[in-house]
C-alpha cells in the first residue's frame, strides 16, 4: 500500500511539474507578443494618424475591430498583425490606425469617440474592415472580414494601391 501511495505521489509532483512548465512557456510567449506589439504604433485618433501619413508620406492602415469579442478580429490578429514580419512591413512603410470597438477592456471616452468618428466618416458596416487610405484620407481599397490563413505580406499585397518602399 505504501508503495501505491508513493508511486501516486511521484506522478502528481510528474504531473504539477509539467503543468508548471506549460505555464511559464505560455507566458514566455504571451511576453513576446506584448513586445512584438509595442514595436509598432498604432493611432487611435484619425487627425495624428493623417499628420504623421503626410509628413512621412506613408498610407495608413485603418483597422475597424472589435478586438476582445470578434472571432475573424481576433484571427486577423493573432495570424497577422502580431506577427514580427507585420511590424517590420509597417514600420517601413505604413502608419496604422485603429478603431477599436471592444467589450471587455475599459476604453476612455476620447478613444471611444475617435473610434466612433473613424466608423461614421469611413461607413464601417462590420468587423474586423482594413481600409488602405492615401496620407490625406482618401480610400484606395478596403476589406471587410479576415478570410482566413495569411501572411502578413501576402495579406497586405491584397489591397490594391498598396506602395511597399
Not at 476582445?68 to 514580419?85: A, G, Q, R, T
Request: with cysteine; aromatic share 8%; proline share 4%.
Amino acid at each position: 500500500m505504501k508503495n501505491i501511495i508513493w508511486a501516486l505521489l511521484a506522478l502528481f509532483c510528474v504531473f504539477i511539474a509539467h503543468d508548471s512548465n506549460a505555464a511559464d512557456k505560455k507566458a514566455v510567449l504571451k511576453k513576446q507578443k506584448i513586445e512584438q506589439n509595442k514595436s509598432v504604433k498604432w493611432h487611435s485618433d484619425l487627425n495624428s494618424a493623417l499628420k504623421e501619413a503626410q509628413a512621412t508620406q506613408r498610407q495608413i492602415l485603418l483597422l475597424a475591430t472589435g478586438s476582445d469579442w470578434c472571432p475573424p478580429c481576433m484571427n486577423l490578429e493573432k495570424k497577422v498583425l502580431s506577427h514580427k514580419d507585420f511590424a517590420k512591413l509597417a514600420n517601413e512603410n505604413l502608419v496604422l490606425l485603429k478603431a477599436d470597438f471592444p467589450r471587455r477592456r475599459a476604453q476612455s471616452e476620447s478613444e471611444k469617440s475617435a473610434a466612433q468618428e473613424i466608423v461614421k466618416k469611413y461607413s464601417v458596416e462590420g468587423f474586423p474592415t482594413v481600409y488602405l487610405l492615401t496620407p490625406d484620407g482618401k480610400v484606395l481599397d478596403k476589406k471587410v472580414g479576415f478570410g482566413g490563413k495569411s501572411d502578413p505580406e501576402s495579406y497586405l499585397k491584397r489591397f490594391k494601391g498598396f506602395k511597399k518602399k
